[in-house]
C-alpha cells in the first residue's frame, strides 16, 4: 500500500540550530551547547532512521546547510555537528525569518536554542502563521521551576500559538515531541 501525503511537512523537517552564545560561565556554557547539539542529532537521527528528509541551517560567517534523505546520509551531518563552534552573531530570530520568507512549502520547523525571548517567540509565531508546524527544543542548564520568569511564561503561552515546545534538561526526552510531528498524517 502506498500512503498519500496531503503536504510536506508530513515528509520532511526542517532544523534551524541557534550558535549564539550564552551569557553563562564557560562550564555551564559547554553543558548547553552539548545539549543543543544532541538534541539536533536526536531530531535528525530520528528523522533519517525513518526515511524523513531534513534540512540543518544554521549561521556561522555564512548560512550553512546540510540536508539528508535517508540513514545514509546520517553519519555526514553528525560529523559536520561534531565541528560546529558556538558564537553567532546572528539571532536565531533572524533565520527564522529569513527561512519563512523564502520558503513556500510548509513543512515541520523545529528550532533548537538555548536562547528564549519575545522576539523569538514572535518569529516562531510567523513562522507558524505561514503554515509550518513549528517544535521548540529549549536547552538550559535549568529545569522551568527555576528558570527566569520570562522563560516560565513563555513555556506557558506557546501552545495557545500552537507552538509545541519541550525543555531539554538531563531528564527530558524529545522523542514524544518527534512521534507527535507525524502522528497526524
Request: glycine share 4%.
Amino acid at each position: 500500500m502506498v500512503k498519500e501525503f496531503n503536504s510536506t511537512y508530513e515528509t520532511s523537517a526542517v532544523i534551524i540550530l541557534d550558535l549564539s552564545a550564552n551569557n553563562h560561565a564557560p562550564v555551564i556554557n559547554m553543558a548547553i551547547e552539548d545539549r543543543v547539539i544532541e538534541s539536533a542529532i536526536a531530531i535528525i537521527n530520528f528523522c533519517l532512521s525513518k526515511w524523513i528528509p531534513v534540512r540543518l541551517f544554521y549561521y556561522t560567517d555564512i548560512i550553512n546547510e546540510a540536508h539528508g534523505d535517508n540513514p545514509l546520509d546520517f553519519d555526514e551531518i553528525y560529523s559536520t555537528l561534531a565541528q560546529i563552534k558556538f558564537g553567532s552573531d546572528v539571532s536565531v530570530s533572524d533565520l527564522i525569518k529569513l527561512y519563512a520568507e523564502s520558503n513556500t512549502e510548509a513543512t515541520n520547523l523545529f528550532v533548537v536554542t538555548s536562547n528564549l525571548n519575545y522576539t523569538l517567540v514572535d518569529s516562531l509565531s510567523a513562522a507558524q502563521i505561514s503554515g509550518n508546524n513549528v517544535y521548540l527544543v529549549f536547552a538550559q542548564p535549568y529545569d522551568l521551576s527555576s528558570a527566569p520568569e520570562e522563560i516560565g511564561h513563555i513555556f506557558e503561552f506557546l501552545p495557545d500559538i500552537c507552538i509545541q515546545a519541550v525543555n531539554v534538561d538531563s531528564s527530558d526526552n524529545i522523542k514524544p515531541i518527534l512521534e507527535g510531528a507525524w502522528s497526524h498524517g
